[in-house]
């Protein structure tokens, strides 16, 4: 089994940021990609950004390109989502996720995709 904890959510102006960090215990060896998603009220849960644990190879969605960066350190097994320019349609509950297993194609932007998830860490962006 895999365990996720999420930290670093919060209130934040708009144009503001924040770090979040998402720390993986247990069965991590054979971690493959994590992701970030996101799930605004009433709205179903959307991806943000994903990183590929070896090569570090690293996908964005659209909507945070060039404003969001997701990193990753290897010795401390934990994923970082930097978030900067936030804006009021950024607040969201946010969730790690965790696969195991390799995949080809862009299984990395389908929650169905992953195995393991977080508890969620709430980002509130005030206009």
């Known amino acids: 089994q895999v365990q996720l904890v999420e930290s670093g959510g919060g209130l934040v102006q708009a144009g503001g940021s924040l770090r979040l960090s998402c720390a993986a215990s247990?069965?991590?060896?054979?971690?493959?990609?994590m992701g970030w998603f996101r799930q605004a009220a009433g709205k179903e849960r959307e991806f943000v950004a994903a990183?590929?644990?070896?090569?570090?190879?690293?996908y964005n969605a659209n909507s945070v390109k060039g404003r969001f960066t997701i990193s990753r350190d290897n010795v401390k097994k934990t994923v970082y989502l930097q978030m900067n320019s936030l804006k009021p349609e950024d607040t969201a509950v946010y969730y790690c996720?965790?696969?195991?297993?390799?995949?080809?194609?862009?299984?990395?932007?389908?929650?169905?995709?992953?195995?393991?998830w977080g508890q969620g860490t709430q980002v509130t962006v005030s206009s």
């Open positions: 990183i590929r644990w070896f090569s570090g190879n690293t």
């Open positions: 996720a965790l696969r195991s297993s390799a995949a080809s194609g862009t299984f990395y932007a389908l929650p169905q995709s992953y195995d393991y």
């Open positions: 247990g069965r991590t060896f054979s971690t493959y990609t």
